[in-house]
């Protein structure tokens, strides 16, 4: 929390120097850096705009926080009632559909809990609790961890306090780590685990529940709240990841490195 604040600040006083519409301050779920895709995406649109982005990736929840707080230009994330809110309340504006991909359930290729023979997301949490299985949860308020929770309670099951279920409080590479290393299960986006798989010991035991759609939002930080706020490079930003060139950068990110795409475009759908 204080290393995040600790970026903000620093970022902020960089911004003083230079001519606001030149810098602006994305923050953005740990999936889209995780996997790889701000690292494409970010650079193309500072060819293109001549703008520079400082980024602060974390979790959802703190990412709207942060923004509610006034410390950030433009979010991207993939939470979206939580989204939702923070545009109702006026913190945001300007919330467009960006891409999207999916959650799958991973863990260790013996299979303890016998997830693959589930028919429902919600009856593989169901088995994972049943037998006590290792459970790895970010624990940290992120779009990831909102999606966990809404299974468990959907199956009407307590995990947390639960000797088997583990809280890292990370972001999601971090936490796939730490399931590797502890052979348990975790939820994830698809995207990020293709990205860390090669140094992973942890397959695809569940997945293609259509309760486990993932989408995300650009969502631009209300000036009228933070008349600080760079809105035209916010805007510029948004406009660049929902155009024909951002979205074929996001069609085309993975494709040749894992084989399929990462995440599936889906502005102006």
């Given at each position: 929390m204080k290393k995040i604040f600790f970026i903000v600040l620093l970022f902020l006083a960089a911004c003083s120097t230079s001519a606001p519409a030149k810098s602006i301050l994305l923050v953005s779920t740990t999936s889209t850096q995780d996997s790889g895709l701000l690292d494409v995406l970010l650079p193309a649109f500072t060819e293109q705009t001549g703008i520079q982005v400082g980024l602060i990736s974390t979790g959802s929840g703190q990412a709207l926080k942060i923004a509610q707080e006034g410390n950030a230009d433009v979010i991207l994330l993939h939470s979206p009632a939580a989204e939702k809110e923070f545009v109702d309340n006026g913190f945001g504006m300007d919330r467009r559909l960006v891409m999207h991909n999916?959650?799958?359930v991973v863990g260790p290729a013996p299979d303890p809990a016998a997830l693959r023979s589930q028919p429902t997301v919600v009856d593989s949490f169901n088995a994972i609790f049943?037998?006590?299985?290792?459970?790895?949860s970010r624990a940290d308020e992120s779009g990831t961890h909102v999606k966990e929770m809404s299974i468990w309670n959907g199956a009407g099951l307590d995990p947390v306090n639960q000797s088997w279920y583990l809280e890292t409080g990370q972001g999601q590479g971090a936490t796939l780590t730490i399931a590797s290393e502890k052979q348990g299960y975790a939820l994830t986006d698809r995207g990020t685990f293709l990205a860390y798989?090669?140094?992973?010991?942890?397959?695809i035991l569940f997945e293609n529940d259509p309760a486990l759609l993932n989408v995300y939002h650009v969502i631009t930080?209300?000036?009228?709240?933070?008349?600080?706020?760079?809105v035209e490079g916010a805007?510029?930003?948004?406009?660049?990841?929902?155009?024909p060139e951002g979205q074929n950068i996001i069609r085309e990110f993975g494709v040749r490195e894992y084989g399929q795409p990462l995440?599936?475009?889906?502005?102006?759908?």
């Open positions: 999916d959650f799958v049943s037998s006590a299985s290792t459970f790895v798989k090669a140094n992973l010991d942890l397959v930080v209300n000036p009228e709240k933070w008349p600080q706020v760079n805007q510029a930003f948004a406009d660049f990841i929902t155009s995440f599936f475009p889906d502005a102006n759908q």
